[in-house]
């Protein structure tokens, strides 16, 4: 069966600080993997996926399909991406989807 | 301009009750989904709806019954509402399939009692 896990069910880090949310899958066919974000009192958006290789708010994600893991990265942590991230697996040709837990990534002053 | 929403946006009620949540997008997408977040903010999908087809997680209870009279609306039935029924209740839609990015509506908070 499809699923995503996501270890870390809270991550705390100063400003400035790098940080890295770790995402992992499992999944036998090709994946589709996604990174989504809520922030406080806002709805639940599309940060990135993989197939874009873009960097979004100095956010990265590299799909390691030997380690099947879609980590989530940046440099120089800042308070306003306090939130709650996800991550998620897009499976069958889009006939199905699968969040991770999530993480919350609170940005310390 | 709203993109997706949903109504109501908290909905309160007894156990063995019968409710709707009524899901809009202005998008023109194609495809719909409902999801369920529990108190532990897991989301978990329960329906997508693409040209008539509607695919069911096979978890989902058949209390649950999504409508949809036209391309731009999909509504959550919910027959018999049991204590764990309460949770949150997200709508989506995405211009083909789950490949693409999908837009959510702000999620309608169901306590049953």
């Known amino acids: 069966a499809q699923r995503v896990t996501q270890p870390e069910k809270l991550l705390s880090v100063f400003k400035g600080a790098p940080v890295e949310l770790k995402c992992n899958y499992s999944?036998?066919?090709?994946?589709?993997l996604f990174w989504y974000v809520q922030y406080s009192r806002q709805r639940l958006q599309l940060l990135l996926r993989h197939i874009s290789r873009e960097s979004i708010k100095g956010f990265t994600a590299d799909l390691n399909k030997g380690e099947t893991s879609f980590h989530l990265k940046k440099p120089f942590a800042q308070e306003e991406d306090s939130a709650m991230y996800y991550c998620?697996?897009?499976?069958?040709?889009?006939?199905?989807?699968?969040f991770g837990p999530g993480t919350r990534l609170s940005v310390l002053p | 301009d709203t993109a997706v929403s949903q109504t109501p946006k908290y909905l309160v009620t007894q156990m063995g009750n019968d409710k709707s949540i009524k899901c809009e997008q202005n998008?023109?997408?194609?495809?719909m989904y409902w999801y369920k977040q529990d108190s532990k903010k897991f989301l978990k999908i329960m329906f997508s709806?693409?040209?008539?087809?509607?695919?069911i997680n096979e978890t989902v209870p058949n209390r649950f019954s999504p409508k949809s009279p036209d391309k731009a609306h999909l509504n959550l039935h919910i027959n018999s509402l049991e204590l764990g029924d309460s949770a949150v209740y997200f709508c989506?839609?995405?211009?083909?399939?789950?490949?693409?990015?999908?837009?959510f509506g702000p999620g309608t908070r169901l306590t049953v009692l």
């Open positions: 709806y693409n040209n008539k087809e509607l695919i």
């Open positions: 999944y036998s066919g090709s994946p589709e």
């Open positions: 998008l023109g997408h194609d495809t």
């Open positions: 998620a697996l897009g499976v069958d040709y889009g006939q199905n989807f699968v």
């Open positions: 989506a839609s995405s211009l083909r399939g789950s490949a693409d990015e999908q837009f």
